[in-house]
């Protein structure tokens, strides 16, 4: 049976803001957790040019059907024109994590 979660990938100019993202989406139950790792250098190519910058990932746990409720939060919340938002689909898990997770979700 495939499962139904998710891990969400957004990048961050700032602890704060990633911080910020996090606590709004938990709040709204759109995640269960997240992780905030950082920095990370991340290297990209922006209006033709390629650029360096520090930032911070946030590793967002949730399910499918709540994406793009997830999504539209990030990009209302997000201080970049266009933020990273990407979902992973979780292969498998160990069932009393991904209960929990299930569990923590509106």
Known sequence: MESPYI???VTTSSKPEAENI????LEAKLIACANIVG???SH???EGKEEQAEEFLLLMKSR??????LSAQVRALHSYEVP???ALPVAAGSKTYLDWIGGSLT
């Open 7 to 9: 891990v969400v990938l």
């Open 22 to 25: 996090a606590q709004q989406l």
């Open 39 to 41: 920095p990370v250098s």
């Open 44 to 46: 990209f190519r922006w």
């Open 64 to 69: 499918l059907d709540l994406f793009e409720a």
């Open 84 to 86: 990273e938002v990407l």
